[in-house]
Each structure stands twice: as structure tokens, then as C-alpha cells.
């Protein structure tokens, strides 16, 4: 059996993306989204029969969505608690249900009061995994999310010849998008000597090269294929979806090859499933935590070989008019941490057609990643039906 094509995004939904909320807690910003989300598609909240919570930011659990929303008959609910690929796990996750006829329209809503609330960083000390790197890496003093991604990257320059103003070309293209965006938080012009001037916060990694901490929401509502049809949207079918995990997945610095992340792992099922190579891809949304992770997510999907980013993201590669448009939205570097799930949107908003100014041309087929943790890998591949 095969997930592919069983299954469509057919409602997608945002808040507005703030560094404060405005005293909107994670459940009104994600109950808000939701909504959004479930009449983009065409439906009442009565029809969802469905709910994948990813991440688990905020507490909040189906019940709550159950009770607000008026939901009669949940049929299935889970979570997804892979840090920022849960978003894109979440996908899958609900491509399964409604291909194994446990339900037929699921709720993926995720929130965050990063910037008022409780930070991401924090994640890392909640994760089991924390016992191994409080053995390997907290000794050094590595306590925050950069610290832990800032060898691998600096593995990667020493490796390959990898620069930091190479890493800047992805802050300032992503920047660029951000700009066009008319909910995004960094909407000010950034060149590549802005964030070489940046201050270092783990080196390599400055703080340019650095993702957001944001307040808001976003959702999306995944419904058995056949079912989209008599939506209101068109459709956007999910045809490729994988999750990969590292080598050595409790820990960064023991693992064989620190460039190579479970996307190495997922990118090749997901673009069999789907029947597609990197080079069918008209546009990528990338999980952005760090520059670097976006370089190294390249390699790993195959759209330049290992030790090769650096020179494929040059020259505006990933830019609008390039030779593979990337976080069209401005991305967790420029638009908002909504730990993938804004990336989630954004690849439907652009196989639909309705990107506005950030809109890739005749856009038919993309891709979603998410990255989480210390390295865990998720891809969703969708195309225009």
C-alpha cells in the first residue's frame, strides 16, 4: 500500500504572526486558526472527525478542540512530538488515517506564544533525549538550540569549504520573500553584509543566521482525496510522505557523519512514492531553524550533492526567479516560528495559485520538510490535481 495520492490538503489557515499576541493564549490563537482553516476548505467544524496535534506547545490536547469547536464525533486523535518535523509528521500522519478509513477530514492545528510564552528553546530540555546530550554536549556548555547546530555546521565549512556569507544567501533571499509577504514579522531590506555584521551567537552561526520567536497560529485540514473533490478549494494532493531519523539520533556529536540528517534517509522513499525527482520540484519550503539547516536539507534531498550547498545557493538561487524558489513566505527566519506549519501553508497557497507577489510561476509540484530535535527528518511532496 501506498499513501500516495490518497489523501489532499484542502483548508489551510493563519493567525497574524506578532512578536505579542495581544493576550491570546496557544489555545484562542490556534482555535482561531483552525476555523480558519476548516472554511477555507469549505467545511463545519461538526465534519472534522479528525485531530493530529504536532509538537505539543502550549498543552493544549484534541479535547479542547472537541469541546470548543463542537465537534460530534472524533474518530481519531494522536500527537506528533518530533519538535519542528512534527508539523510535517503530522501530515503524514493524517494521510494515514484517512487512507486507512478511520476518518475523512483531520485537523492539524499548531500555536505558539514563542515570543510572550514559553520560548522553543525550552523544548530541549523536555525531550527524553536531553539525558544523552546533557552527557556529551551540555559538559561544553551547549544549552541552546544554536549551540547544539552550530558544530555541525562549522563541520561543514571545515569539511567543505562552506562560507558564512554562503549562509547569508539564504537569510537575505528568505528576507526578500518576507517582504512580499503581507504577514510576515521582518519585513526590513537585509543584505548580505547585514549579517555578516550580525553579532555571533554560536560560531558559525550569527545572529542573521538565526530562526524567530513568534506568537500565532497556523492550520491545516487534510481530507481523504476523494472527498476533496466536493470541496471549496482545489485540490492539492499529497504524494510523496517519509520521515527519516539520524544516526546516533540523542546526540549531535557522537554520530558518524554529522552532515547527514533523517532527510537523507526520507527524501528518497518520499520522491518514489510520488513518482518524482528533485528536479520535478517547482518550489520548497525548508524548515529554517538555522541557515545551515536549509543548506544541509539541500544535500539531502538530492537538489546538489553533499558539500555542495554552498555554492548551489549562490546568486540568488532560491529567489523568486531561481533555479529553486525556497520559504516563499519568508520562512521561520523572516516570517514567523510556527515550527513548520507555516511552511505547510505556504506550499498550498502556491500549488493553488494564491501566493500574491510571492506566487512561483505555473508552481505544480513542491515539497515540505521538517526538520526536529537533533537531526529527525520529515518530507510531505504535493501536487496541483
Do not use: W
Request: glycine fraction near 12%.
Amino acid at each position: 500500500m501506498t499513501l500516495g495520492g490518497k489523501a489532499a490538503v484542502t483548508g489551510i489557515g493563519e493567525t497574524d504572526y506578532t512578536r505579542d499576541a495581544g493576550g491570546r493564549g496557544v489555545l484562542t490563537l490556534q482555535l482561531e486558526a483552525s476555523l480558519a482553516a476548516i472554511a477555507d476548505a469549505g467545511l463545519r467544524p461538526a465534519e472534522i472527525d479528525g485531530i493530529v496535534m504536532p509538537i505539543g506547545l502550549g498543552a493544549t490536547v484534541a479535547e479542547d478542540f472537541v469541546t470548543n469547536l463542537g465537534i460530534p464525533d472524533l474518530r481519531f486523535s494522536t500527537t506528533t512530538p518530533l519538535g519542528g518535523a512534527g508539523a510535517v509528521a503530522a501530515v503524514q500522519c493524517a494521510a494515514a488515517a484517512v487512507a486507512a478509513g478511520l476518518c475523512r477530514h483531520v485537523l492539524l492545528p499548531l500555536g505558539r506564544t514563542g515570543r510572550t510564552g514559553s520560548r522553543i528553546g525550552a523544548r530541549i530540555h523536555q525531550m527524553p533525549q536531553f539525558r544523552t546530550v546533557g552527557e556529551f554536549e551540555a559538559p561544553v556548555g551547549a544549552l541552546a538550540p544554536a549551540q547544539y547546530y552550530a558544530p555541525m555546521a562549522r563541520r561543514h565549512m571545515e569539511l567543505f569549504g562552506t562560507t558564512s556569507r554562503q549562509l547569508a544567501e539564504i537569510a537575505v533571499t528568505t528576507r526578500q520573500h518576507a517582504i512580499l509577504n503581507g504577514n510576515a514579522t521582518m519585513t526590513a531590506p537585509m543584505t548580505i553584509e547585514d549579517h555578516q555584521a550580525s553579532r555571533m551567537i554560536a560560531d558559525p552561526l550569527r545572529l542573521l543566521d538565526c530562526s524567530l520567536e513568534s506568537d500565532g497560529a497556523a492550520a491545516v485540514v487534510v481530507s481523504k482525496a476523494d472527498a476533496a473533490g466536493d470541496l471549496r478549494q482545489p485540490r492539492v494532493l499529497l504524494t510523496g510522505l517519509a520521515e527519516g531519523h539520524p544516526d546516533s539520533p540523542s546526540t549531535i556529536t557522537q554520530r558518524p557523519d554529522m552532515t547527514r540528517l533523517g532527510l537523507a534517509k526520507a527524501a528518497p522513499r518520499a520522491f518514489a512514492m510520488a513518482g518524482v525527482t528533485p528536479a520535478d520540484i517547482d518550489v520548497a519550503e525548508i524548515y529554517d531553524c538555522f541557515t545551515y539547516i536549509v543548506l544541509c536539507q539541500l544535500e539531502d534531498l538530492g537538489f546538489c550533492g553533499k558539500g555542495e550547498g554552498g555554492a548551489f545557493v549562490e546568486g540568488g538561487a532560491l529567489g523568486l526567479g531561481g533555479r529553486l524558489p525556497v520559504n516563499t513566505h519568508g520562512g521561520l527566519l523572516s516570517q514567523s516560528h510556527m515550527a513548520g506549519m507555516n511552511h505547510v501553508v505556504e506550499l498550498v497557497r502556491q500549488l493553488r495559485g494564491q501566493a500574491g507577489r510571492a506566487q512561483v510561476a505555473d508552481a505544480e509540484v513542491g515539497l515540505v520538510t521538517g526538520y526536529g530535535d537533533l537531526g529527525d527528518g520529515t518530507i510531505a511532496i504535493m501536487a496541483r490535481a
